[in-house]
């Protein structure tokens, strides 16, 4: 999705590719090993800067590039906060950003702790590699993660797992903002993000009601974490708006965002776009919405049989004004294979739109 | 430019590009002469459907297409109008398409006759291969065009130049639209277009003054002209809105067109996705504009010194409403290398913006 972005402007993405026939392969680009630093030291000799579309690469290479003299943003320094779910809880702890309660536990015993002391159950989180529900776990005794813990004990480099509060909130919501090396930063509306067992399904842009308090404390609480923790491109922050109408962070992610792939059809500037822009330090764009609502909805597995574009007449006679993003990915059980979104002055017939496109690519 | 919808929509595009370091190389492409019967053979050998960004693909090549079985939009039967502008002036004056007067001139005196028969003057072209105001010559008498004639005569293949009236304009307008074999039919709001020696400088969409009356007789004219023709995919109509209200036809593109350029920020669905849900035969998107003006304004020729992406730090922090589209291509007195969009409530805004922001990036 960075690559529409790039044509735009001339800018040339070139691509380090886990595997042949990945939807990256669009762009140049060249297949390799992101956690072999040779690899990634090579690639990266042909280019101005290099940037991220997971939080993945290790520590170790993102220093091996910034001592090869590479411009590399996020930068390693930043890039941590977001590689390690403690790390950042404890950033955002000593930065005064509001955050559920939360504690590194390494034991059955310390998680028991943890949940007696915080209404009988916890949200359990593996602190690194987790995404779309994938290393959490709803738990109400340490024995449900024995698991974990028996494979850190294993693997001997010690550790200890995130445990959370489980709160009590009305909805989610996210907050995108982008911020240049020189400390430029620009903030889209915040959105409402829906989730289905634990993967986004749909995104509403912006939430509703969120005018005013909601709006602002929310961009407050991404700028003081995009300033606090040095981030350099896109970052998302994931919110739980609380029964009691309080924000705290959930989740961060450093690079654009699928709460953020509304702005392709409905923002002035894309958080495509805007990174590229951001992590070339150049002015950010303006980040208004072209519509009163947009609605995005994902296409989560595709259809059992055949392909996406198959079910192109059907969807594009049936809604003219909806726009379809294809990833070019084999459909897959659960798996984000596009998404569609609308926009328009009504937030309910803006929502039945997209997700009456949407519904055409599954079965 | 058509990368970006392509990518969006999943579509695998492959360019035969004329050679090495063309914008085009930036999608999938083969480098080949396009002259060559072979090479667009066993280019089309691997395609689904074969489309066009110009209109000089030989006839016979296309006919070989065609009989090899491929899907070819537009066919060859309705590029041939786009090829030559004598078929075309012969064609519209069947379909009864309001067009100035006209005439296959194919010696000084016949040119000189047309001249005293059209009040002193005469726009003279040569049939095929001009644009950009290339093989276009207003005359006052036929020998003015005697190097023309001279070239037809000593190439042996006889033909004729087309001698035209000069119309009498308050401005040119331009319609875009598009159909799918199966006949679908949508258009975009008629535009205004502003050329600075027979290039487009500048597109104003919707042409100020144009709802009523001038918006539905260009949607009239050009769907006439493309369901009479037989256009596949986009169809461009230049038009002269005659001091005395008429609209009158004065060049066809059947191909994305830069006076839709604006479409792609400034539509729901941009030409090149409308080109390609019509080529494929898919249903085609909606054509409303998304801000009640867009202003395109053309970057002609670029920076003496630099590179366009050189002024991108100036430009960008001015104009962060401004869509920068930058083609990659080296700057050349009078090139369009790029464009800027904006787009707003207020004309005089909007149009301020756009050419404010397009002058970062000339001297």
Same mark, same amino acid.
């Given at each position: 999705m960075m690559i529409p972005a790039a044509v735009n402007l001339g800018i040339e993405l070139r691509v380090l590719a886990e595997?042949?026939?990945?939807? #990256? /392969?669009?762009? #140049?680009y060249a297949v390799g090993d992101y956690l072999d630093k040779d690899t990634v030291l090579e690639f990266a000799a042909g280019v101005d800067v290099v940037t991220f579309?997971? /939080?993945?690469?290790?520590q170790s290479v993102l220093r091996a590039l910034v001592e090869a003299g590479h411009a590399v943003n996020p930068s390693p320094d930043a890039l941590r906060f977001a590689q390690d779910k403690i790390v950042m809880r404890q950033r955002l702890a000593e930065l005064g950003v509001p955050i559920p309660e939360w504690a590194a536990v390494s034991s059955e015993a310390e998680l028991d702790d943890f949940i007696a002391a915080n209404g009988g159950s916890a949200v359990v989180k593996?602190?690194?590699?987790?995404?779309?529900?994938? %290393?959490v776990r709803v738990v109400t005794a340490g024995a449900q993660a024995a698991d974990w813990f028996r494979i850190m004990a294993e693997d001997g480099r010690g550790g200890a797992l995130l445990a959370e509060e489980k709160v009590d909130f009305r909805r989610e919501l996210a907050q995108l903002v982008a911020r240049r090396p020189s400390g430029e930063i620009a903030y889209w509306p915040v959105v409402e993000t829906v989730q289905l067992e634990g993967v986004c399904a749909e995104v509403i842009a912006? #939430?509703? %009601?969120?005018?005013g308090r909601v709006a602002d404390v929310a961009a407050d609480i991404a700028t003081m974490i995009a300033e606090g923790v040095g981030v350099t491109g896109v970052l998302a922050v994931e919110l739980f708006e609380t029964t009691d109408q309080r924000l705290l962070v959930n989740e961060l992610a450093m690079r654009p965002h699928n709460s953020g792939h509304?702005?392709?059809?409905?923002?002035?500037?894309s958080q495509f776009e805007q990174h590229l822009r951001a992590v070339l330090d150049l002015p950010l764009g303006a980040t208004g919405s072209r519509d009163a609502f947009s609605v995005m909805v994902n296409i989560l597995? %595709?259809?059992? /049989?055949?392909?996406? #574009?198959?079910?192109y007449p059907l969807a594009f006679a049936e809604a003219p004004m909806v726009k379809f993003h294809n990833y070019g990915k084999a459909p897959r059980l659960?798996?984000?294979v596009g998404h569609v979104t609308a926009g328009g002055d009504d937030l309910d017939d803006v929502a039945f739109m997209a997700r009456a496109a949407a519904a055409f690519f599954t079965d």
């Open positions: 595997n042949v026939g990945s939807s #990256a /392969e669009l762009a #140049a579309d997971h /939080e993945h690469v290790p593996t602190p690194r590699g987790g995404y779309d529900g994938k %290393g912006p #939430a509703p %009601g969120s005018l509304w702005t392709i059809d409905g923002s002035t500037t597995g %595709g259809p059992s /049989e055949g392909s996406l #574009a198959d079910r659960g798996r984000k």
